[in-house]
């Protein structure tokens, strides 16, 4: 049975990416909801939600 190396270096820069990731989804979503009406969001929404019942 082969043994599991782990490189936690490696580890440690997919945790920075993945952070910086969040980041900027969080920055693109605040940028759609101060552009787009309240209704136009909440119509697309409901197109989501009705998608997956």
Known sequence: MKQ???NLE???ED???NFK????FIDSWVDYI???SDKEWSEQ???LI???Q
């Open 4 to 6: 599991l190396r782990i």
């Open 10 to 12: 490696e580890l440690k």
């Open 15 to 17: 945790k920075k990416r």
């Open 21 to 24: 990731d969040r980041l900027n």
């Open 34 to 36: 101060k552009t787009h």
């Open 45 to 47: 929404q409901k197109i």
């Open 50 to 52: 009705n998608k997956k």
